[in-house]
Each structure stands twice: as structure tokens, then as C-alpha cells.
């Protein structure tokens, strides 16, 4: 099998995970304790975390095949739960969480020495784990033991759309800045272009104002200059911090994956992609990472690398009754 040719250890990374940029979405593995708690809040009219962070295009939600099928038979548990009608939650389910989640189906990653680990305590996660190995690192969320203790999943998933909304902003400043200059920049030329005796009228008088025989309080000398690039540099400095912390705290709760590097290289650049990709555009994002001609037999032994009109996908949509 793809998932373990060729590995001499259980578990391996692709890079140490202190080292990965952070980008959104964020795909995001959830089991049925998580989900649960969601549908609970769903049904009860609250507004669920990671739906919500789903919803808004900062996560991509991705649960195991086996958890597809656990969630229905759990609506009565849920809607007791929650105090609500049954249907409630059915109307969570297939109405507003459906069309967020994707169905990973992975094959058993026999190699991965947490899987066999959990085989003897609770064989009902091992599809967990089975994912875990073909998608990571990844954010894999739950609040079952034996998966948090095995180093499979984190518990630390309810303040997540919080920090992926802090990377949203803090990357819309860093790309919208240098687009807005550069906005201002070409609408002055052409302008200047279409009124010279007015743009000249105005660098004169700009030249006067902030020039060294301008009024004291605008003149731009050399300590002033300074003072102004000193309060630029710091702004810079503390949105970069700010990214770097919030992308930090993001990247610790990453759990590594197991397996054929190829493989989970493809499941790597598909797992971020919201719509699914031509082969075209995979191969140049895949770059040098995997061999062009390696990459139909890739495609073809993995199931949870799902073909559609449009290209490919990791994972597939919830199946409907």
C-alpha cells in the first residue's frame, strides 16, 4: 500500500512543524465528539465555531468516513442533549453542516506505530488515525483520550476561528497596503498626465509646506523623517508579531502524519484548496515535490483523492439519505 511502502518509522514529518507558515483556510479534521458539541449549539440557535469559521472560508472541515455514518445515529442523543426536536438537529446536519464537510477515506496506515497502539484500546478510532496519517500535519480535533493521549488529535480547537480571524485580518493588512500605494501611485500619474500645470502647482507647493523653508510644524526634517519611518517600522513589526503569534499557536496543535511522503505531499496542497483543481494546476503546485509521472498511480491507489467534473479534490461530499 502507498500509505507505508517504503518508511522505516512509524511516524514521519514533512518538515518540524515550529517551521510551517500558516496559511487559510485551515483544513481541519473533526471527530464526533467535536461535532456533537457543534450541532448541540447549532440546534440550541447558537452560533458553532468552527461552522461559523467554515462558513466565513477561514476552515475546511474534514471528518472520517466511519464519523459521516456515527453523526445521524447520534441526533436523538443530540437533541436530547439540547432539548430541542430531533429534527433540529437533522436540519443542522444535512442542511448546514453538509455541504462544509468532505469525507476522507482513508486506507489503514498500518506503519504508523500510534495506530497500532490504538488498534488494542478503541478500534472505533482508527479511521481517525487512518486520516491523521494521510492528512497531516493537520489540525485533528477531539476530546477522546485515546486519540489526545496517542499524540493523534488536540483537544485545543474552540479558540481556533479566533486566531484564524486574526491571520485573516493581519494578511488582508499586509496585501491590501502595498496594493492600496500602488493604487494611489498610478491614479497621481495619470492625473498628473491629464493636468500637468495642476500636478506642478502641487508638487511646488508640497515642496514649500514640508520642504526646509516651510512652516515649522510641517517641515519634514531629518529627525522628523526619522521619527515618521521609526512609528512606520513598528506598525510593521507589531503586525508581524502578531501574525507570528497567532500562526504559533496554530502550528502547535498540528499533529504530524505517517506514510508515503508523495502521497500526503498531493494530500497536502488538496487539502487547502476549496474547490477542486485541474491536474495542471496540482503538478505546478506540487512543484519538485512529486514526480509528474508518479502522480496518476498516486491518484489512482488513494481514495481519498476523489475526481470530479471540475478537477481534483481531497475527500468527498457527505452522502444524503
Request: proline share 7%.
Amino acid at each position: 500500500m502507498p500509505n507505508d511502502r517504503g518508511q522505516s518509522r512509524g511516524v514521519v514529518t514533512s518538515a518540524p512543524i515550529e517551521q510551517f507558515w500558516i496559511e487559510l483556510p485551515l483544513p481541519q479534521l473533526v471527530d464526533t465528539s467535536v461535532l456533537f458539541r457543534e450541532l448541540h449549539s447549532l440546534a440550541k440557535g447558537h452560533r458553532p465555531r468552527l461552522l461559523s469559521a467554515a462558513r466565513s472560508g477561514t476552515a475546511i472541515l474534514y471528518v472520517p468516513a466511519n464519523v459521516a455514518e456515527e453523526v445521524p445515529t447520534k441526533f436523538d442523543r443530540i437533541a436530547s442533549a439540547a432539548r430541542v426536536p430531533v429534527e433540529s438537529v437533522e436540519t443542522a446536519w444535512w442542511d448546514h453542516y453538509g455541504p462544509h464537510v468532505r469525507v476522507v477515506d482513508a486506507i489503514p496506515a498500518l506503519a504508523d506505530d500510534r495506530r497500532r497502539s490504538l488498534a488494542d484500546k478503541d478500534a472505533d478510532d482508527l479511521p481517525f488515525a487512518d486520516a491523521v496519517a494521510l492528512m497531516g500535519p493537520i489540525l485533528a480535533f477531539s476530546d477522546d483520550k485515546h486519540l489526545t493521549s496517542r499524540g493523534l488529535a488536540s483537544k485545543g480547537w474552540h479558540d481556533v476561528p479566533e486566531l484564524a480571524d486574526t491571520l485573516l485580518g493581519v494578511d488582508a493588512t499586509i496585501r491590501i497596503t502595498p496594493e492600496l500605494t500602488a493604487l494611489v501611485i498610478s491614479e497621481a500619474v495619470k492625473l498628473a498626465r491629464r493636468y500637468p500645470q495642476f500636478a506642478v502647482a502641487l508638487l511646488l507647493l508640497g515642496a514649500y509646506i514640508f520642504g526646509p523653508y516651510g512652516p515649522e510644524r510641517v517641515r519634514l526634517s531629518v529627525d522628523r523623517a526619522k521619527t515618521i519611518g521609526l512609528h512606520l517600522l513598528r506598525g510593521f513589526l507589531y503586525i508581524m508579531q502578531t501574525r507570528n503569534e497567532a500562526s504559533g499557536q496554530i502550528a502547535s496543535r498540528l499533529v504530524p502524519g505517517s506514510g508515503n511522503e508523495a502521497e500526503r505531499a498531493v494530500v497536502f496542497v488538496l487539502a487547502r484548496k476549496r474547490e477542486p483543481i485541474t491536474l495542471e494546476t496540482l503538478v505546478a503546485q506540487l512543484g519538485a515535490s512529486v514526480d509528474p509521472d508518479q502522480l496518476p498511480l498516486i491518484l489512482s491507489r488513494c481514495p481519498a483523492l476523489v475526481e470530479t467534473a471540475e478537477g481534483w479534490q481531497l475527500g468527498r461530499p457527505v452522502a444524503y439519505p
